[in-house]
Protein backbone atom coordinates (compact mmCIF):
# COMPACT_ATOMS: atom_id res chain seq x y z
CA UNK A 1 0.00 0.00 0.00
CA UNK A 2 2.97 2.41 1.02
CA UNK A 3 4.31 1.99 -2.53
CA UNK A 4 1.10 3.13 -4.65
CA UNK A 5 1.29 5.90 -2.20
CA UNK A 6 4.30 7.22 -2.82
CA UNK A 7 3.42 6.55 -7.03
CA UNK A 8 0.51 8.62 -6.65
CA UNK A 9 2.55 11.33 -5.06
CA UNK A 10 4.99 11.49 -7.70
CA UNK A 11 2.13 11.25 -10.31
CA UNK A 12 0.58 14.57 -8.73
CA UNK A 13 3.74 16.16 -8.93
CA UNK A 14 4.20 15.59 -12.22
CA UNK A 15 0.70 16.50 -13.09
CA UNK A 16 1.16 19.27 -11.38
CA UNK A 17 4.67 20.31 -12.49
CA UNK A 18 3.37 20.23 -16.57
CA UNK A 19 0.08 22.35 -15.36
CA UNK A 20 2.13 25.15 -14.35
CA UNK A 21 3.88 25.17 -17.32
CA UNK A 22 0.92 25.49 -19.62
CA UNK A 23 -0.77 27.71 -17.29
CA UNK A 24 2.79 30.03 -17.26
CA UNK A 25 3.47 29.68 -13.86
CA UNK A 26 6.63 30.21 -13.08
CA UNK A 27 6.72 30.25 -9.39
CA UNK A 28 4.75 27.24 -8.97
CA UNK A 29 6.56 25.59 -11.75
CA UNK A 30 9.86 26.40 -9.45
CA UNK A 31 7.94 24.95 -6.28
CA UNK A 32 7.15 21.07 -8.14
CA UNK A 33 10.16 20.34 -10.28
CA UNK A 34 12.99 20.18 -7.56
CA UNK A 35 10.68 17.20 -5.89
CA UNK A 36 10.73 15.04 -9.35
CA UNK A 37 13.41 13.39 -8.87
CA UNK A 38 13.34 12.90 -4.96
CA UNK A 39 9.95 11.21 -5.21
CA UNK A 40 11.58 9.20 -8.57
CA UNK A 41 14.09 7.99 -5.94
CA UNK A 42 11.34 7.09 -3.46
CA UNK A 43 8.70 5.24 -6.04
CA UNK A 44 12.23 2.77 -6.97
CA UNK A 45 13.03 2.31 -3.43
CA UNK A 46 9.38 1.49 -2.71
CA UNK A 47 8.67 -1.07 -5.29
CA UNK A 48 12.22 -1.99 -5.12
CA UNK A 49 12.54 -6.10 -3.58
CA UNK A 50 12.93 -5.57 0.60
CA UNK A 51 16.10 -8.44 -0.16
CA UNK A 52 17.86 -5.75 -3.46
CA UNK A 53 17.41 -2.53 -1.35
CA UNK A 54 20.57 -3.25 0.68
CA UNK A 55 22.82 -4.46 -2.06
CA UNK A 56 25.85 -2.28 -2.85
CA UNK A 57 24.66 -1.11 -6.54
CA UNK A 58 21.45 0.51 -5.37
CA UNK A 59 23.04 3.31 -4.60
CA UNK A 60 24.27 4.43 -7.70
CA UNK A 61 20.33 5.28 -8.44
CA UNK A 62 20.24 7.28 -5.47
CA UNK A 63 22.90 9.24 -6.27
CA UNK A 64 22.42 9.85 -9.80
CA UNK A 65 18.67 11.03 -8.71
CA UNK A 66 20.03 13.41 -6.12
CA UNK A 67 22.52 15.07 -8.90
CA UNK A 68 19.59 15.19 -11.32
CA UNK A 69 17.85 16.60 -8.55
CA UNK A 70 20.30 19.29 -8.01
CA UNK A 71 20.88 19.86 -11.55
CA UNK A 72 17.05 20.66 -11.87
CA UNK A 73 17.59 23.25 -9.52
CA UNK A 74 20.49 25.31 -11.45
CA UNK A 75 18.76 24.77 -14.29
CA UNK A 76 15.51 27.47 -12.48
CA UNK A 77 18.31 30.00 -12.87
CA UNK A 78 17.46 32.44 -16.00
CA UNK A 79 20.75 31.46 -18.23
CA UNK A 80 20.90 35.44 -19.43
CA UNK A 81 21.17 36.11 -15.61
CA UNK A 82 23.83 33.23 -14.30
CA UNK A 83 25.40 31.30 -16.61
CA UNK A 84 27.48 29.58 -14.28
CA UNK A 85 24.22 28.00 -12.90
CA UNK A 86 23.61 26.71 -15.93
CA UNK A 87 26.72 24.80 -16.21
CA UNK A 88 26.40 24.01 -12.71
CA UNK A 89 23.49 22.19 -13.72
CA UNK A 90 25.08 20.15 -17.40
CA UNK A 91 27.94 19.03 -14.87
CA UNK A 92 25.31 17.64 -12.25
CA UNK A 93 23.31 15.95 -14.50
CA UNK A 94 26.85 14.56 -16.39
CA UNK A 95 27.51 13.29 -13.35
CA UNK A 96 23.81 11.73 -12.59
CA UNK A 97 24.38 10.16 -15.95
CA UNK A 98 27.45 8.27 -14.92
CA UNK A 99 26.26 7.04 -11.31
CA UNK A 100 23.16 5.76 -13.41
CA UNK A 101 25.83 3.72 -15.79
CA UNK A 102 27.69 2.49 -13.28
CA UNK A 103 23.84 0.85 -11.87
CA UNK A 104 23.58 -0.79 -15.33
CA UNK A 105 27.11 -2.03 -15.02
CA UNK A 106 27.51 -3.26 -11.39
CA UNK A 107 23.98 -5.08 -11.14
CA UNK A 108 23.93 -8.47 -11.15
CA UNK A 109 20.97 -8.49 -14.08
CA UNK A 110 23.87 -10.23 -16.98
CA UNK A 111 25.59 -8.16 -19.59
CA UNK A 112 26.08 -8.28 -23.33
CA UNK A 113 29.41 -6.96 -24.73
CA UNK A 114 28.14 -7.22 -28.33
CA UNK A 115 24.67 -5.17 -28.19
CA UNK A 116 26.99 -2.19 -26.42
CA UNK A 117 29.05 -2.25 -28.93
CA UNK A 118 26.10 -1.78 -31.44
CA UNK A 119 24.26 1.05 -29.92
CA UNK A 120 28.06 2.22 -29.35
CA UNK A 121 28.70 3.11 -32.88
CA UNK A 122 24.52 4.05 -32.92
CA UNK A 123 25.82 7.10 -30.03
CA UNK A 124 28.66 7.76 -32.07
CA UNK A 125 26.71 8.55 -35.49
CA UNK A 126 24.46 11.06 -33.36
CA UNK A 127 27.38 12.52 -31.79
CA UNK A 128 28.40 13.30 -35.62
CA UNK A 129 25.13 14.93 -36.16
CA UNK A 130 24.71 17.02 -32.42
CA UNK A 131 28.43 18.24 -33.41
CA UNK A 132 27.19 19.35 -37.20
CA UNK A 133 23.82 20.82 -35.85
CA UNK A 134 25.68 22.80 -33.35
CA UNK A 135 29.36 23.30 -34.31
CA UNK A 136 29.82 22.98 -37.98
CA UNK A 137 26.52 24.70 -39.03
CA UNK A 138 25.95 28.53 -39.66
CA UNK A 139 25.99 29.11 -36.17
CA UNK A 140 28.71 28.29 -33.93
CA UNK A 141 27.86 28.02 -30.47
CA UNK A 142 27.94 26.11 -27.02
CA UNK A 143 31.48 23.96 -27.37
CA UNK A 144 30.07 23.17 -24.00
CA UNK A 145 27.16 21.16 -25.16
CA UNK A 146 28.74 17.99 -27.06
CA UNK A 147 31.00 16.75 -24.01
CA UNK A 148 27.43 16.95 -21.99
CA UNK A 149 26.55 14.90 -24.30
CA UNK A 150 28.40 11.80 -24.09
CA UNK A 151 27.69 11.44 -21.02
CA UNK A 152 24.22 10.38 -22.37
CA UNK A 153 26.03 8.17 -24.91
CA UNK A 154 27.60 6.46 -22.13
CA UNK A 155 24.41 5.67 -20.60
CA UNK A 156 22.62 4.78 -23.41
CA UNK A 157 26.11 2.13 -23.77
CA UNK A 158 25.61 0.76 -20.61
CA UNK A 159 21.79 -0.09 -20.38
CA UNK A 160 22.27 -2.12 -24.15
CA UNK A 161 25.09 -4.01 -21.84
CA UNK A 162 22.38 -5.60 -20.31
CA UNK A 163 20.60 -6.71 -23.07
CA UNK A 164 19.48 -10.62 -22.80
CA UNK A 165 22.06 -11.94 -20.28
CA UNK A 166 19.96 -12.65 -17.17
CA UNK A 167 17.13 -9.91 -17.29
CA UNK A 168 14.16 -9.40 -19.46
CA UNK A 169 14.92 -8.04 -23.05
CA UNK A 170 11.58 -5.61 -23.01
CA UNK A 171 13.09 -4.29 -19.45
CA UNK A 172 16.16 -2.85 -21.00
CA UNK A 173 14.33 -1.81 -24.10
CA UNK A 174 12.33 0.12 -21.63
CA UNK A 175 15.13 1.98 -20.09
CA UNK A 176 16.16 2.39 -23.46
CA UNK A 177 13.53 4.28 -24.78
CA UNK A 178 13.66 6.18 -21.15
CA UNK A 179 17.29 7.31 -22.61
CA UNK A 180 15.97 8.59 -26.16
CA UNK A 181 13.54 10.68 -24.49
CA UNK A 182 15.82 11.99 -22.22
CA UNK A 183 18.27 12.41 -24.84
CA UNK A 184 15.49 14.18 -27.39
CA UNK A 185 14.76 16.69 -24.19
CA UNK A 186 18.74 17.61 -24.06
CA UNK A 187 18.34 17.93 -27.67
CA UNK A 188 16.28 20.93 -27.35
CA UNK A 189 17.28 22.83 -24.35
CA UNK A 190 21.40 22.51 -26.49
CA UNK A 191 18.74 24.06 -29.67
CA UNK A 192 17.72 26.39 -28.08
CA UNK A 193 21.09 27.51 -26.53
CA UNK A 194 22.51 28.04 -30.07
CA UNK A 195 19.04 29.98 -30.72
CA UNK A 196 17.69 27.15 -33.11
CA UNK A 197 14.73 25.95 -30.72
CA UNK A 198 13.10 23.23 -32.19
CA UNK A 199 10.08 22.90 -29.10
CA UNK A 200 9.21 24.75 -26.17
CA UNK A 201 9.20 24.09 -22.13
CA UNK A 202 6.67 21.51 -22.15
CA UNK A 203 8.46 19.08 -24.35
CA UNK A 204 11.33 19.38 -22.91
CA UNK A 205 9.71 18.42 -19.63
CA UNK A 206 7.46 16.12 -20.42
CA UNK A 207 9.72 13.98 -22.31
CA UNK A 208 12.56 14.84 -19.57
CA UNK A 209 10.07 13.06 -16.97
CA UNK A 210 9.06 10.21 -19.16
CA UNK A 211 12.62 9.49 -19.79
CA UNK A 212 13.45 9.16 -16.74
CA UNK A 213 10.45 7.08 -15.39
CA UNK A 214 11.36 4.91 -17.96
CA UNK A 215 14.99 4.31 -17.29
CA UNK A 216 13.67 3.34 -13.17
CA UNK A 217 11.31 1.51 -14.86
CA UNK A 218 13.38 -0.86 -16.69
CA UNK A 219 16.16 -1.33 -13.88
CA UNK A 220 12.90 -2.43 -11.76
CA UNK A 221 11.42 -4.81 -14.14
CA UNK A 222 15.20 -6.30 -14.77
CA UNK A 223 15.07 -6.89 -11.01
CA UNK A 224 11.41 -8.61 -10.51
Request: glycine share 6%.
Amino acid sequence: MKSYIVLALYILDVTLCLIQIKKNRPYAYMATKPLLMPLLCAVYYAFLPEHLAALPHQKYVAVALMLHTAGDIFLLFPRSKSKHMFYMGMLSFFLGHIFYSMWFIKAPVGHNRNAAIVVFLICLAIEYLIYWQLMLGPRKYAPMLLPYSFGLCFLATSIAYTMGQGSPVYATLISQVGIALFFFSDFCIMRRMVRLPLFGQMMVMSTYIAGQSLIVLGMLLMQI
